[in-house]
């Protein structure tokens, strides 16, 4: 994962809980042509394998035209299978040394909450990047752990690989995390269940 002094492609977007017909594929399409996304995650936490490997094929292609990493959720196995470009581990999922082993050089990123713990723990077992968060009250995600500017701040003083903020980001909101130097934002639901944008209206406006 690369960092950047002015990171103009500072997304990462996170699917939809559920991906129900084509008019997603058309949209995703549509926003990666935007060149604000450096990286899509497949996160589907309801659906069978079968399933997600076929959305996930679909997906790979698309991220490969525009030049988008592809991450897949929680599974290094799956993320294998589908020959992504890396996976995301969240704290109950495999532990990265083991997952290391399965994707070798491929990118995998950490989950660390809001702890300082966690994230020197990441470093130390050579996580490509960490997120941090929730920075917001999220309505994709149930909230466990409030993360807040003071841990951003700290976390860069002690590692230099990528920070990825996440939690409740929007409009109103992501710039404040931009000045304060988080590398990438995780954005889902304002994207995908947005009233009062559709998902391209909704990227566009983030500059």
């Known amino acids: 994962m690369r960092k950047d002094r002015v990171n103009k492609k500072f997304i990462y977007l996170i699917s939809p809980n559920r991906i129900k017909d084509n008019l997603f594929y058309y949209d995703l399409e ?39 990493k592809f991450l897949v959720n929680d599974d290094p196995q799956l993320a294998k ?7 995301h581990l969240g704290q109950k999922d495999m532990d990265i040394l083991k997952a290391r082993k399965i994707l070798k050089k491929k990118i995998i990123g950490v989950t660390c909450h809001n702890s300082i713990n966690l994230i020197k723990q990441a470093v130390n077992d050579n996580a490509d990047y960490i997120a941090i968060g929730a ?9 466990k752990f409030k993360s807040n500017i003071m841990l951003l701040n700290h976390a860069k003083n002690i590692t230099n690989i990528p ?5 409740g980001i929007k409009l109103s909101n992501y710039k404040k995390l ?10 889902s639901g304002y994207i995908w269940n ?12 983030l500059k």
């Open 163 to 167: 920070i990825v903020a996440i939690g």
């Open 81 to 87: 299978r589908l020959n992504s470009d890396g996976c």
């Open 30 to 68: 549509q926003i990666l042509k935007k060149n604000k996304v450096s990286y899509f995650q497949l996160r589907l936490k309801n659906e069978t394998k079968k399933k997600i490997i076929y959305i996930g094929k679909k997906i790979k292609k698309i991220c490969k035209k525009y030049k988008v």
């Open 178 to 187: 931009l000045l304060n130097k988080a590398n990438f934002l995780a954005i």
């Open 194 to 205: 947005n009233k009062k944008y559709k998902p391209l209206d909704a990227i566009e406006k």
């Open 135 to 143: 920075f917001f009250s999220s309505k994709t995600k149930k909230v």
